[in-house]
Structure formats: C-alpha cells, structure tokens
C-alpha cells in the first residue's frame, strides 16, 4: 500500500470491532440511568464499549481522511473531512463530531465522566454509530 491508498482490510477490521461493541452496548440499553451509577460492572462495560465505538469510527475517520490527502490535527476534524470528502452528510457529520469530545472523556479519565451523558449516548446514540459504520462500508465498496 502506498501512501493515498485506503487500507480496506485495517478499516474493515475496525467496522467489525465496531459492530461487536455496539451488539454488546445493545444489550445495555434501555437500563436506568441508577444502574450506571449503583452498578460499577454496568458501568465499566458502558464505559469500555463506547470508547470502542468511539476509537473504532475515529480510527476509521482519520485513515479515510489521511488518504485524501485531508490533514486532520484531530478527531473532530477528521469526521468533518469526512464530510467534505463527501463520505458523510455535513448535519450527520456535525452532530457526530461530539463522538470525539466523548472519546476524550473516556480515553484520559477526566476527573469524572458525566453518567447521565453516558445513559444519553447509550440509548440514544448507537444508531449514530451504526449508521456511521453503513456510510462507511458504502464508501469502502464504491472505493473498490
């Protein structure tokens, strides 16, 4: 692979481990937000599948933009190179790019990680992620 080519097999190993994590979190919906906050188990696993749903479609977001030749200084920026590349629609790309800010959270273990943001993501934002990964795959099968 030089440099300017997609690596299809790198970003379809990470749709795949996108697609397990978030068959995981599916599992977790629909709990009350006390669970998160009573069961630390629940919590862990809540935390753990969205950083790997989050570094998946970031990872995925920032090879796709760095073989468009997009420099891309960080994550939201590379969901909205993905838009301007057109492997997105701007208003998906817009409410996406808070995945990044998410990531962070998780990733860097700020003081405290907001629960009732978590519940929110959890059962309202994995379709954003699915949908993400279908947008992708598209991309990668018209990209040959």
């Known amino acids: 692979m030089s440099p300017g080519e ?14 397990a994590a978030l068959a995981q979190l599916r599992g977790h919906a629909g709990r009350p937000v006390t669970l998160l906050q009573t069961d630390l188990d629940e919590l862990w696993t809540v935390e753990h599948g969205l950083q790997l749903c989050a570094q998946n479609a970031l990872d995925i977001a920032t090879h796709i933009a760095a073989s468009a030749g997009r420099d891309v200084p960080d994550y939201a920026s590379a969901i909205d190179a993905l838009a301007a590349i057109g492997v997105l629609d701007p208003d998906f790309a817009v409410r996406f790019r808070a995945i990044a800010g998410l990531r962070n959270l998780l990733v860097h273990g700020y003081i405290e990680v907001d629960i009732h943001r978590l519940h929110q993501v959890l059962n309202r ?20």
């Not at 997609?6 to 697609?19: G, P, V």
């Open 125 to 144: 934002g994995l379709d954003d992620f699915a949908d993400l990964a279908a947008k992708i795959s598209a991309y990668l099968d018209r990209a040959g």
């Open 6 to 19: 997609i690596d299809t097999k790198t970003l379809r190993r990470h749709l795949a481990s996108l697609q």
